[in-house]
């Protein structure tokens, strides 16, 4: 087994919340089942590891595909892997995503890059490298990103699983030809502060991939920069595409509002990002038809592209 750096302790909520566990069937599964087995504070919470989270993902997969809990708590934690195993390489398997996403949260977690790297190119073998970018990987940072807002411990699985993914875009999209006849050009950019790079790697992958001109400026972009990039008549019919994160609102709204003085009035805005972080920029903005908002990959497409892609 590989060594986890850190040892993450959670609280019965918050793997409910990464598993899709009620915490009433977690407390089930522990006190007639003795399934899992966690700790408990000075206070009597209940304190899970890393090793009941795995434990917990593993049967809930197997749950899932109509194994009855009393036959689950029977079986050993190899004998469970063994038909977890045989569920991966079986296609036809219900809910593959969920599968998936669970086994390379297990390989995050102990840092087992041979074997997230395995699951990973399974996923695009299987469903294509846009597919596994929206429906797996999307929702496995997510999972992940839940473990490190309850602890103050350096965020290293997340790092480890965001760089195998940075490094796969960057593959992925340096395989593309460069569009030359573009009637649209891109500028993608992330405003200072803000490091989370993987979703505008990805945009500019969907746009490359759909002949779309694109500039990549990359993260942590300072305003004064920006606004040397954006003068008027710079580029024609731009589109300057964002992100931005939780408590960032007021400095990406004074961010739109620079751009929009200091652009022409055929250039657009395109700011990607949570959905209830977004309400502040829909409300302050709702009147102006060059500000455009999106909280999913769907979204996007619908924006720039007009149509379904296909893979």
Not at 71 to 88: D, F, G, H, T, Y
Request: hydrophobic letters at 35%; proline letters at 3%; charged letters at 25%.
């Amino acid at each position: 087994m590989h060594n986890t750096i850190y040892q993450t302790q959670m609280d019965i909520n918050t793997i409910s919340e990464i598993s899709g566990i009620k915490p009433h069937t977690l407390r089930i599964w522990e006190k007639r089942y003795n399934i899992i087995h966690p700790q408990r504070s000075e206070g009597g919470t209940r304190i899970y590891s890393d090793e009941d989270l795995k434990t917990i993902l593993n049967i809930q997969l197997l749950t899932q595909y109509g194994y009855k809990i009393s036959k689950v708590a029977n079986l050993s934690p190899q004998e469970r892997n063994e038909i977890i195993k045989e569920k991966l390489d079986d296609e036809t398997s219900n809910d593959q995503y969920t599968l998936f996403i669970n086994q390379l949260i297990k390989c995050a977690i102990d840092l087992d890059e041979i074997n997230f790297e395995r699951y990973f190119n399974q996923c695009i073998i299987r469903w294509g490298f846009e597919d596994t970018i929206s429906y797996v990987i999307y929702p496995l940072l997510k999972k992940i990103g839940l473990l490190w807002e309850i602890d103050n411990i350096s965020p290293i699985e997340e790092h480890f699983a965001s760089q195998i993914v940075l490094q796969k875009i960057h593959e992925a999209t340096s395989l593309l030809p460069y569009p030359v006849h573009s009637d649209q050009e891109y500028i993608l950019f992330l405003p200072e502060n803000n490091h989370h790079a993987i979703p505008l790697l990805f945009t500019n992958y969907l746009l490359r991939k759909n002949d779309k001109k694109t500039i990549y400026l990359g993260e942590d972009v300072p305003l004064k920069n920006l606004l040397k990039v954006s003068g008027k008549g710079r580029f024609k019919k731009a589109v300057f595409t964002t992100f931005f994160i939780f408590r960032q609102e007021k400095k990406c709204i004074k961010t739109i509002e620079h751009l929009l003085n200091n652009t022409d009035n055929d250039t657009m805005i395109l700011v990607g990002g949570e959905i209830n972080n977004l309400h502040a920029l829909q409300r302050t903005f709702i009147d102006n038809t060059r500000v455009k908002t999106f909280s999913s990959i769907e979204e996007f497409k619908k924006i720039t592209l007009n149509s379904n892609s296909e893979n």
